[in-house]
């Protein structure tokens, strides 16, 4: 059974950075491409960026492109989310997922993925 844990959420100020891991148990990251979602209060979750199984392709949404970086050890099983300069609209529930990898294709909605972590806190204080 795969199970995601998500780790590293907590409180920063505005402009601080912060780096969330993932760690995929059960199975073989090499398996999946690996996908980051987030979900504010009252709001809908949506997309954050994703990474495909070999770590050569990526996508962000263009709210975090250029702040926002994700990597992976697949030799520790664990997927990265580096944040760069915070800002309050950040605050929410991150989500990590996994995708059953299919070539270079990385998926950018919740259908795409088939499964997920029980999310991270992280609150932006300005």
């Known amino acids: 059974q795969i199970q995601l844990v998500e780790s590293g959420g907590r409180s920063v100020q505005a402009g601080d950075s912060l780096t969330l891991s993932c760690r995929l148990s059960g199975g073989t990251l090499r398996s999946y491409a690996m996908g980051w979602f987030r979900q504010a209060p009252g709001k809908e979750r949506e997309f954050v960026g994703a990474l495909s199984w070999s770590g050569t392709m990526k996508k962000f949404a263009d709210s975090v492109k250029g702040r926002f970086t994700i990597s992976r050890d697949n030799d520790k099983n664990t997927v990265y989310l580096q944040m760069n300069s915070l800002k309050s609209e950040d605050t929410a529930v991150y989500y990590c997922?996994?995708?059953?990898?299919?070539?270079?294709?990385?998926?950018?909605?919740?259908?795409?993925?088939?499964?997920w972590g029980q999310g991270t806190q992280v609150t932006v204080s300005s």
């Open positions: 997922a996994a995708q059953r990898a299919g070539g270079n294709y990385i998926g950018t909605t919740e259908n795409d993925y088939d499964y």
